[in-house]
């Protein structure tokens, strides 16, 4: 999966789920605190509308090993069908299971999450993300999921300016960084369906908004599937500062940085360009394969 993973990257949404352990939700007949600083977009954390809703959503999030935090969620939501707290449970478990690298429990809760929210952001692009990062061009699925992935991703760069739960005093800072991030994973999922899709004009316009839209923190897999995208439209000086630039983010051995490299030394030998640092490289080959494709 991408480097700007869920686990690393929803970080307001990790904050909010922290305070919703750590101090009562209101109730009922208890009224939200507000501040005179101007309202921020997106929605209000959730809260729970009686004491032993949130009684049994702190048991439910005490939960630590994915399969149970799942079982644990899933009782939740059917002994409290419309608690607004049920995402928060299933975000932690997708977030869980991403962690541990499975992949189709994450598409499962992030595919109940949408049941509940289907403009969630976070769910939206995990389930965009191993969508795409699991599909192969032998799969007979292959177009539905692209095609399922492709709207996810879309649609998330439409809801994250106002379906993502903005943890009262968040900085504006910290909500433009989270929205960045959202967005730059979005546009990447966005790139890879296009670029193993032979859009390579699309996949460049694409992953040229996924740098963009976080610029502080270039994904050294985004910025390789750039330099691939502009090697496929012969656009070669281009593709080798790209290709340059993707070896400076990655370390050597690692699956990204030997692709990136074997990427660069093609290029070199196509431009007469130079690898800073590189020793001399091999007859060009063909374009490195995008990584996870």
Excluded: W
Aim: net charge negative; hydrophobic share 40%.
């Amino acid at each position: 999966m991408n480097q700007l993973s869920l686990a690393a990257v929803l970080t307001l949404t990790a904050v909010c789920f922290g305070q919703q352990t750590s101090t009562p939700v209101a109730t009922q007949s208890t009224p939200v605190a507000t501040t005179a600083a101007a309202p921020q977009q997106g929605k209000r954390p959730p809260q729970a509308k009686t004491q032993p809703e949130f009684d049994a959503y702190k048991a439910a999030a005490a939960n630590t090993d994915p399969a149970a935090m799942e079982k644990a969620s899933d009782d939740f939501a059917a002994k409290f069908p419309d608690s607004e707290l049920r995402v928060i449970l299933y975000r932690a478990t997708m977030r869980a299971y991403q962690n541990a690298n499975n992949g189709d429990k994450m598409l499962d809760v992030g595919h109940k999450i949408l049941a509940i929210d289907p403009d969630d952001p976070e769910a939206l692009i995990g389930v965009a993300e191993v969508l795409t990062e699991r599909t192969r061009d032998t799969d007979l699925d292959k177009d539905q999921r692209y095609d399922e992935a492709m709207k996810a991703a879309q649609r998330s760069i439409q809801t994250v300016d106002t379906d993502i739960i903005i943890p009262p005093g968040t900085s504006q800072e910290k909500v433009d960084e989270y929205k960045g991030s959202l967005r730059s994973t979005a546009y990447s999922i966005i790139g890879a369906i296009q670029l193993n899709s032979s859009k390579y004009a699309e996949a460049e316009a694409s992953f040229h908004k996924s740098i963009d839209a976080f610029p502080s923190s270039p994904d050294p897999v985004v910025v390789l599937r750039l330099a691939i995208a502009l090697d496929k439209q012969n656009k070669y000086p281009e593709a080798l500062k790209e290709a340059n630039r993707a070896v400076e983010l990655t370390q050597d051995n690692t699956p990204s940085g030997t692709l990136a490299r074997r990427e660069r030394d093609r290029l070199v030998q196509l431009t007469g360009g130079s690898a800073p640092n590189a020793a001399p490289a091999a007859a060009p080959t063909a374009p490195a394969k995008a990584p996870g494709a």
